[in-house]
Every structure is written in structure tokens, then in C-alpha cells.
């Protein structure tokens, strides 16, 4: 399958946007205000690798998901599950713990759960666009051909 073009931009904003987030997360702002230091660095760990397999998803134009290429491109979803599933349960000690948030009326401090979706969101749209592109061209190729529209499904 021919590699990411489209789906490699919409990788590297998402990094952008995991770097931003682990930032802020140290910076303790927004629902991480007032939380423990060791909370800060333990949740901006995961955000921060999340936005690295992002950027190598970006880099090698090949995404999270691929069937070829390198290894981590194969995975790399499996990291991104594994990461969310870190801060799940970091946010979940740290509710139980009596941190800033616990009895607050505040919301629970969540992860980045939308990070499990978007390899799969990334790979299925490709997935589309180069059916699309096939189906296409085999209609030039019917019409140009001399015969009628192609049929249809």
C-alpha cells in the first residue's frame, strides 16, 4: 500500500498537540492545577511518548498501523493502548489518593483516550481513499474505452 500523505499531517498535528499537552500537564495547568509534582511528571511521561510514536508515525509516512515497514509502524498501536492505559491508571490512583480532585467537583483528570482511535480512523480513511481512486480510474478507463458507465454495487 502506497504510504500516508494526508494521514501524515493529520499524525504530525496530533504530536503537536501530545507535546502541548504533556507541557501543560508540567506547567500544572487547567485540571492539573494544585495536583503533586510526582502526578505531573508520572501524567506527562505517557502524553509525551504518545506524541512521539505520533511524530515517528508522521516521519516515516507510514502511521501506526501499517502492514509494511518498520516494525513500531506495525505496532505502534499497541504502544498507544498501552500509554493510555498507563495514564488510566495513574489518574486512578491519584483520584483514590485524595489528590486536589477527589471530592471536588471538578472533573476526574482523564487521558488522551482519543489517541487509540486515531490510527485506525487514520488507516481506515486511507483505506477509502485509495478505493476511491481505483474506482475512479477504472471508470476513466470504461469510458475511455468506449463503453458505458461502469456498473455500480
Do not use: N
Not at 499531517?9 to 495536583?35: E, N, P, Q
Not at 501499517?66 to 483520584?95: H, K, M, N, T
Not at 486515531?118 to 474506482?135: D, M, N, S, T, V
Amino acid at each position: 500500500m502506497p504510504k500516508l500523505k494526508l494521514g501524515a499531517a493529520v499524525y504530525a498535528l496530533a504530536a503537536v498537540g501530545w507535546f502541548v499537552s504533556a507541557v501543560l500537564i508540567l506547567r500544572g495547568y487547567g485540571d492539573y492545577a494544585g495536583a503533586d509534582r510526582w502526578f505531573l511528571i508520572a501524567t506527562a511521561m505517557p502524553v509525551a511518548l504518545t506524541g512521539v510514536l505520533y511524530t515517528i508515525g508522521a516521519v516515516t509516512r507510514r502511521g501506526l498501523i501499517a502492514s509494511e515497514g518498520p516494525r513500531i509502524c506495525q505496532i505502534g498501536w499497541a504502544f498507544v493502548i498501552g500509554l493510555v492505559a498507563v495514564e488510566l491508571v495513574l489518574s486512578f490512583i491519584y483520584d483514590q489518593t485524595g489528590g486536589p480532585i477527589a471530592g471536588d467537583s471538578s472533573p476526574m483528570i482523564a487521558p488522551s483516550i482519543a489517541a487509540v482511535f486515531i490510527p485506525h480512523w487514520i488507516g481506515r480513511l486511507q483505506e477509502k481513499y485509495y478505493e476511491g481512486i481505483a474506482e475512479g480510474e477504472q471508470e476513466l478507463s470504461s469510458r475511455e474505452s468506449g463503453g458505458g458507465p461502469a456498473p455500480t454495487a
